[in-house]
Structure formats: structure tokens, C-alpha cells
DNA sequence: CCTGGCACTCTGTGTTCCCGAGTGCCAAGT
DNA sequence: ACTTGGCACTCGGGAACACAGAGTGCCAGG
């Protein structure tokens, strides 16, 4: 049905499309592309584009504008992923080599990613369920009170202030302290609960009460900020791309965790470039937006997705590009700290 | 020069332009305000208030819309700050009481702040420099490497993961964190350089490189760390506004970390309500906006400052009561944890 | 000093008109 | 069977134009 040379008039519209933000026409084509035959050729296969729902004309007598179908068919089967240039590969590895914890590591992620696609970069914080415990630390700060702090593996620091049912004397806290590292360290946080729910019984009677208060805590972190953190920037490239509707719900969407979490997170394969096309978005207000996000992680394993969202007429080469880079060097950053 | 009525004048202008954000004429004014005068009259007036550079008429034969002069005359001398109603305080403080960190208690005060004035807020992270250390703690994480933590007492929290240029045994590192503990604790961080100086007298030759390492770092990120961090949210009020020009512009100011710090930062009294509008703006991109801000903190120290910012036609006494109440009550929250 | 009246000046809107880009279809050519 | 040039047709967008309405400034009278 849709032979090699209605395939390269889809990809041809695509990227003229892409490039001048005009709908395109027959002749144009024949101009720009050297596809070989006339104009008049060209629109008999627009046509059956046409039919087949991957092109689109506003009105009768403009030219064609791709739907997401034809985007659809345009990143799966008619293009490559553009590899960065030698000089975009060395900015990106300096810009992200000088951040010194975890914060600033995905601060410095998401400016990137922004600044090199030209749209809103979202990234989500390493999942805290998929790292292992490095240290657990007890700190007193009163009699019936202490900060406990969770370390891990990425280098994240999670930190709560316990109010204690009773006193608890500095000994017993180092005591705790020792007791919970042997059993935690290296301990992934998914096995946490279960290991945790193992060790009272190897405390003596008179901590339990401390002790659970402590314990509960320690799951309550791990559970209530299963909520993970995602941040975004470069909301302004947003205002630059002539936006036909609804900038506004873009943004209030992008406010809303929740969906940027859904918008990330949703998928199939988790390692691999994901692209979804405006109408396959779940979200109402994000027509007319694509997304493209990949995981990254320190070594095999998956940490969480980054990504960025942009009108659906972007440049999917390059876009794909620079996240898949990013995702991979920030992998290597993480790793490497 | 200006009677009272005349101010009566500017005074209604400014109400009907910001609620119907159309150029006001002077039967308007005559019929929706009791003034007890006729158009003519009115239209006198506006001839003065329009020679005194208050207002301003966008072309002949159209209305008079407020200049930045006559909205700070408004601001300065014609309003008042208008008190939150009883449910709307109660709202704050019940969606404030819930937080249990300092970063969730900055997140929520945001989000309220942008969902209560409809405009977009920010908040600026309590300042590390007025604040107190409450604990220092070092934690070995490897013969070389310890994670040293930072608690002040506004709940805040920094961490860094140091390299140290030596091995280090368990109870050096305990003795070491004693000495920083007696030695810091309750100390102002502006005092702690001066004091850190002092220490490596009381520690025995052999500590001293690793301390020297370690006090080095407490210092690089106290000094580093003073860029404070800012965070805002709302952005989608900003759409809903319709931004005359510049939306893109003023987007690019909300990120970039400098310019959000010199709106809110850069004023004569401290602990009161600011208002800049419009023009009496430092940066180019924010002319046609106003930004609303107020200190906050804990008991009589200002930690630091929030605000909003929206278009330069905002209901002035409401955003500023809001403003003022978020800030009080936020230095009370920080106060009582 | 206020007020009603009046002539004047604009902008925004609606209407009309026309150009040009782009199409679909058809008949002829390869 | 596919490609191509020709041709009539459609429709959106811009230019030209007119017009109503809102608002003003000014003046003379109360």
C-alpha cells in the first residue's frame, strides 16, 4: 500500500513541516527534495497519505501537515537517531562532571537538557526503591528526639526528625545505630521492610519501644516518598514555539507531578528511547505535545527517566539524540560518584 | 496639587482598570463610583492626574489606564493591605501544618502562595547565613571517605560526601565530631569561619590534615551553599493573565536563580511588605510585571524572603495581604519545629 | 468651580474584494 | 500501469474601506 516513495514524500513533508512551521505543498516538495517526478505525481501520493491518515490538510487548497499517525510512522520506520556532535558530547560531559551531590547533579541535567533541545526538560530523582541502603545515621538532638538520615547508594540523603516516646540514652543509640547498619547496609530498599520487620527480636526488651518508633519512621520514608521527586526547566522554550493552544494547561501540567510521573514513567520497555505522540498522551491538555524520555542508571540497573516535552512538531532525530546522550552520561556520572 | 478628589479619582481608576483591565472613561467612573460629580468634572481631573503622569491613555478617544507612577501613588497612599478572610486563614494554616521537612514545608508554602493570589510565587530557601548550626555529624563511609552532614536550626539540611587525604580510625573521627559538636553547636553560620579558625589548636598533630580537609569542606559549603536556592511555582497563572508582551521573557527571568534573587532581595527594610511595579524593575524582560514580596522567619530574625510576581494591573491591597499572611505564618511554622 | 452640550478624533469591527497557493481530476504521453 | 502537464476550482488571508461608538477637550452658562 504504501510503497518507498510515498514513504520518502511522508518524510519529506515531516521535516519541511518540522523546519518552516508552514503546511507544505506539492510544489514545495518537488523544489526542496529531489524526489524524481513531478508535482502532480507527488499529490497522488499525498492523496493516499491521506487516505491512510498520516497526513492532514487544514482546509481545502493549503498544504499537508503530518498527524501524529504520520509522526508515528516517521519515528518508527523513516528515521535515525541523530548522534551529537563531538563538540555537544564534550559540553555536556564538563557541564555535568563539576556537580558535587545529587541535587545539583539533577539541576545541572535538567538546564542541559533544556538548553540542548530547546524545550522543557523533565527529570525524575533516582528511584529510591530500586538503590540499597549505604548508612543509616542517628543523631540526638534531645532528650526524646533525633534526626535520623538514610543514605544510599546514588548519593541521596533522606532526612527526618523523630520525636521519641521516651528517653533514650546516648549508648543505646550508638547500640541502635550499629544494629541497624549490619542489618541495612548494601540492603536494597525493596527488601527493607521485610528486614526490618525481622529485627526487633534481636533487641533487648527495653529498646523495643524506641526502636519501633524508629523503624516505623524508617518505612514511612521509604514509603511516602515512593512519591518521587521530578523537577523541570526551560518552561520558556514553551513560549518560544508558537504554540496554537493551550499553553496554559501545558504549564499547569507540568506543575502536576502526578502526570509528569505518568508521562515518564508509563512504558513498556524501560531502557530503551520512548516517543509518545500527541493523542497517545494520556493527558488531555498535552495534545498537540510529544514526549521523548529514557531511563538512565548507574550501571544495568534503572534508576529513573528523564526526558523532555516539546510541540509535536519537533525535530525527533535530534531530539532522541540528545536525551539518549544525556540519559547515558548522566548514568556514567552516577555511577562514577 | 492633587485634591482629594482627584485622588478619589486615580483611586477608581485603578480598582475598575484592574478588575475590567480596559481602559476606564469618564462616564464610567461616574456611574460605577458615587464621586458625586459629573463626567465633565471627572474628565478635569483625569487632565490633571494625566499631566502629573499618574495615567495614561493609549490613544486619543480611549480610556485612561494607571502608569507604574500612579499605581505606586495607589500602592503608597490610597489602599490598604486587605486582611485574609477567617476561612482563607484557617486553609493556610491546616495545608501548612502538614509538612514534615523543611524542603516540603518551602514546596507547600509555594503552591499556596501561587494558588491564593493567582499569580506566580516564589520563595526563597531560609537563609544558611542567619541561621545557627544544631549539629555537625561525620559518618565513615569507607577508609578514606566520610559524608559529613550539616543541621542547622531551621531544619535544614547539607551533606557532602569528603575525600579524605588519609586513612581515618572510627574513634578519631568520634572525637572529632565531639570537638566540631561543643565547638559549633548553637554557633551563628556567619560566625563559624572565625570559629573553625581557632580549632585546629585543640586537636592533636596527627588529626589535623584530616581535620583541615574536613573543616575546609564545612566552609566551602557554607560560602558556596550562600547562593540560596529559589524555587517557584504558578507559572500557569501567568498564561491565564493575558501578558501583553513578553511572556517568553518573563519565563527566561523565573529561571535563571540571579534575577528571582535581586527581585526579592534587594530592598531597604527588611521585615516589611515591598512592592516594585513595573518599571522601578531592575530587569528589562520584567517591565509590565510587579513583584509583591515580605520577610519572612522565625521569631524576630528574617531567615528570608517570598513574594509573588504578576502583571503590573494586580489587585494590590489582596496580594498584599496575602502575602503578608503566608510570610507570618511560615515564620511561625519554622519557628515551632 | 461645576456642568451640560457639542464637535472632533480615534480604534476596533465588519464587509467586501481579490490574489495566490494548492488541490483534484483528466487526458495524453511513455 | 504509471507519470505528467494542463486546467478549473476552492478557500484562506490580506488590503481597502466604511462606520459606529466611546471618549475626549473645550466652551459658555449656572
Redesign the pocket.
Known amino acids: 500500500m504504501l ?1 518507498d ?1 510515498k514513504l520518502a514524500v511522508l518524510r519529506a513533508i515531516v521535516e519541511d513541516y518540522v523546519s518552516t512551521n ?8 518537488a523544489d526542496r527534495h529531489n524526489l ?12 493516499a497519505l ?1 487516505d491512510g491518515g498520516y497526513i492532514h ?8 501537515v503530518p498527524t501524529d499517525k504520520g509522526y508515528r510512522l516517521f519515528v518508527d520506520r523513516l528515521s535515525q537517531v541523530k548522534p551529537l556532535s563531538g563538540a555537544e558530547r564534550r559540553a555536556i560531559e564538563t557541564f555535568l562532571a563539576g556537580a558535587i551531590d545529587l541535587d545539583e547533579i539533577v539541576m545541572r541535567t535538567v538546564r542541559l537538557l533544556a538548553q540542548l533541545t530547546r524545550h522543557v526538560a523533565v527529570v525524575q530523582y533516582p528511584s529510591l526503591t530500586r538503590s540499597t541502603v549505604r548508612h543509616v545515621e542517628i543523631v540526638p538532638l534531645a532528650d526524646t528526639r533525633v534526626m535520623l538520615v538514610l543514605i544510599t547508594n546514588t548519593g541521596r540523603v533522606e532526612q527526618r526528625v523523630v520525636d521519641l516516646p521516651d528517653v533514650i540514652a546516648d549508648d543505646r543509640v550508638s547500640h541502635l545505630r550499629a544494629v541497624l547498619n549490619t542489618a541495612l547496609d548494601g540492603c536494597g530498599l525493596a527488601q527493607v521492610p521485610e528486614t526490618v520487620a525481622a529485627l526487633p527480636e534481636r533487641l533487648s526488651p527495653e529498646d523495643r519501644p524506641v526502636a519501633a518508633t524508629i523503624l516505623s519512621v524508617i518505612l514511612e520514608t521509604l514509603v511516602e516518598r515512593h512519591e518521587e521527586k521530578i523537577v523541570f526547566a526551560g518552561a520558556a522554550n514553551l513560549a518560544a514555539a508558537d504554540f496554537t493552544i493551550g499553553l496554559r494547561d501545558v504549564l499547569e501540567a507540568l506543575e502536576e507531578q502526578v502526570v509528569l510521573m505518568r508521562l515518564l514513567g508509563e512504558t513498556d520497555d524501560l531502557s530503551e528511547l520512548t516517543v509518545r505522540i500527541g493523542s497517545e498522551n494520556p493527558y488531555t491538555g498535552l495534545r498537540g505535545t510529544s514526549i521523548v524520555a529514557a531511563g538512565y542508571g548507574s550501571g544495568d540497573k534503572e534508576l529513573a527517566r528523564l526526558g523532555v516535552l516539546g510541540p509535536t512538531r519537533m525535530d525527533y532525530p535530534v531530539t532522541m539524540g540528545a536525551v539518549r546522550a544525556v540519559a547515558r552520561y548522566v548514568g556514567q556520572i552516577l555511577a562514577g560518584s
Chains 1, 2 share one sequence.
Open positions: 510503497d516513495r508552514e503546511p507544505v505543498g506539492s510544489k514545495a516538495l524524481g517526478v513531478s508535482p502532480a505525481t507527488i499529490r497522488n501520493d499525498m492523496a491521506e490538510q487544514p482546509h481545502t487548497s493549503a498544504g499537508r
